[in-house]
């Protein structure tokens, strides 16, 4: 950063003239350059420094400390908002009216001592205004703090991050850094951000569980059946566009297929390894976006954010939470708002995303708007990811409310690591898979199977000619089918289901169920009158003297054509006898 005589060089003498009263300094120089020179020479006198600092007013010592703490220098729109603007005044009225006495903020008092500097620096994302301590005067600055409040500073300055394991289960993994100029990581012996939980915020405990990993099981298998979506979405834990991000972060698909080798290997990977893969998988990540995932909200426009850099400082900041204490979702939230505001924003634009609240219309634009974005997007990322992948639990006030606490928790205890559960196969030839059974043996079932209805912790399939049809046109043998079924059933699978099975392979479907609109008549004349009129045509098969089948879609010309033959029929709802055209009364033509 720029020092003071480079930081200085741009204002009037007068300017320069100012900032020595203010320090009880006089200047003999007349020449602007000179009058510099001289200043700086007195100036960095760390003692003097220490005396100036410590007549600062509270409001301005507290601005100095916020810049030192960030190593010298804050986003502009950052510091200004916390500490106040700077008003716009041209040498003659700062002259007449001395505005430099009357400072309206805690950025003014500073500015008129020289401590407060403000320029335009190069970032990763452009050129960004700053707020700055100059070069020479920080390294006064700190030292000219209380001694205990140094001590601390310094112990943290030489501080490493707070070490946690990646990828490990419970635990709040290590994220490679991003470039950006987001807030710095958390380090050893800093406070957690908030407070316990109170017993009325942990009244209800919700406790999560490792589900999404057989959720990712029936989402690979449906993606390999070649459908855009689970049967039965509402029974994931996982929402399944969210689900989808998963995966894809951790490459088990692209462009909505499985990754074929991948899926084989996460699917055979014992259960507490293959939830390190997902954990590592998203921490590692920067596709999967959480802000453009904020339920009820929706992202609109070219504008980018830079969500792996966000979720590392949010992550940074849950490390040093103790692990098995229950912490209070609104402290936590409300103290990064008051600490570390712009903590996904590093220029504090909060202007430029447009972000549209579905249920009205209205975009949420503005530093008022923070708790309806960002603080959502702490919530969120702490209820929907931390959760989904085992790493923290939740709880809430009452059943049905928002969570209002959480606590870091360790799975080990709770996640079997072993899937040695056994299926059951009905005489019917449905399959009962348990959650537990191995998901690799699932996946393939599911590939060989129609999906029935699920139950908790079981999933059910029925093994139809359609499905076997369906798998063979995927290269599948029904061989394999029977030969997972004898390995993983828990009884001998019933004869009857092996014979069909077997007999399917050899001569495929040789029983069909079809619904079909039938037409019943009072006499054999009167359908045989029928089949000569027009309407003859909408008949198919006949099923007898008195009843022929009525081609799909043709039973209201066919009730028209009885009509005119001078024969009233109704048309009886499917519900009630199977879709059928009766004819209840019979009169004579033209009667």
């Known amino acids: 950063m720029p020092d003071l005589i480079h930081s200085l060089q741009t204002r009037d003498i007068g300017h320069v003239r100012i900032v020595a009263g203010l320090w009880g300094l006089d200047l ?26 410590e007549a600062l007013p509270p409001d301005a010592r507290a601005a100095l400390e916020a810049l030192a703490e960030a190593e010298g220098r804050l986003p502009w729109v950052v510091f200004a908002r916390r500490f106040g603007e700077i008003r716009e005044v041209g040498a003659a009225r700062r002259d007449r009216e001395q505005v430099y006495l009357s400072p309206v903020s805690a950025a003014e008092t500073l ?25 020479d005067l920080i390294l006064l600055v700190s030292p000219a703090r209380p001694a205990a409040e140094a001590g601390k500073a310094e112990a943290e300055a030489k501080a490493e991050p707070v070490p946690v394991t990646t990828g490990e289960v419970g635990g709040m993994p290590a994220v490679g850094e991003q470039a950006g100029s987001l807030p710095t990581a958390v380090k050893v012996g800093e406070q957690p951000l908030g407070r316990p939980a109170t017993p009325i915020e942990r009244a209800e405990i919700g406790l999560s569980t490792d589900h999404i990993l057989d959720d990712a099981c029936t989402l690979l298998a449906a993606l390999r059946l070649g459908w855009a979506s689970v049967p039965q979405p509402q029974n994931l834990s996982v929402p399944e566009e969210i689900l989808k991000e ?96 712009d903590f996904q924003r590093p220029a504090g634009d909060y202007d430029s995303w447009f972000i549209r ?43 049905g409310m928002a969570p209002s606490a959480f606590r870091l928790s360790n799975q080990e205890y709770r996640i079997s690591n072993t899937e040695s559960e056994k299926l059951h196969v009905t005489s019917q030839g449905r399959v009962d ?16 199977c129609e999906w029935g209805e699920e139950k908790e912790d079981e999933y059910r399939y029925r093994i139809t000619p359609a499905a076997l049809t369906g798998a063979r046109a995927q290269g599948l043998r029904v061989s394999q089918l029977l ?10 699978v019933p004869p009857p289901v092996v014979r069909a099975i077997q007999r399917w ?8 169920l079809q619904t079909h609109t039938v037409l019943r008549v009072s006499s054999p004349e009167v359908l045989e009158e029928l089949r000569k009129s027009r309407a003859g045509r909408f008949l198919e098969e006949s099923l007898g003297p008195t009843a022929a089948v009525v081609k799909p879609g043709a039973a209201g010309r066919v009730m028209a054509a009885l009509a005119e033959l001078g024969l009233l029929a109704e048309l009886e709802p499917p519900e009630k006898k199977g879709q059928e055209i009766t004819e209840p009364v019979t009169t004579e033509k033209g009667g």
């Open 28 to 53: 003999r120089a007349v020449d602007l350059d000179e009058a510099l020179k001289e200043l700086e020479e007195k100036l960095l006198d760390p003692e003097l420094v220490r005396e100036v600092v």
């Open 111 to 135: 500015f008129y001592r020289a401590f407060l500097a403000r320029a335009f620096f190069d970032t990763p994302t452009g050129l960004q205004e700053y707020a700055y301590i100059p070069d």
């Open 246 to 341: 998963f995966l894809r972060a951790a490459n088990l698909t692209a462009d909505s297929g499985p990754q074929l080798e991948p899926v084989r290997v996460f699917l055979a990977t014992p259960r507490r390894q293959a939830l390190s893969i997902l954990v590592r998988a998203w921490t590692e990540s920067d596709s999967f976006n959480e802000l453009h995932q904020l339920p009820g909200l929706v992202s609109e426009g070219e504008w980018t954010n830079q969500p792996l850099a966000s979720r590392k400082f949010l992550l940074d900041l849950l490390a040093v939470i103790p692990p098995g204490q229950w912490w209070s979702m609104n402290a936590f939230v409300r103290l990064i708002k008051e600490k570390f505001a």
């Open 357 to 399: 609240r579905i249920s009205d219309g209205t975009y949420l634009r503005g530093f008022a708007c923070w708790d309806e974005v960002d603080g959502a997007l702490i919530r969120y990322l702490i209820a929907g990811p931390l959760f989904w992948l085992g790493m923290v639990d939740l709880a809430y006030p009452e059943k």
């Open 433 to 448: 898979v348990p959650r537990l059974l191995p998901r690799a043996v699932r996946y393939q079932i599911a590939r060989f």
């Open 483 to 492: 030969t997972l079924l004898r390995k993983y059933a828990a009884a001998p």
């Open 505 to 512: 392979e050899e001569k495929g479907t040789e029983a069909r």
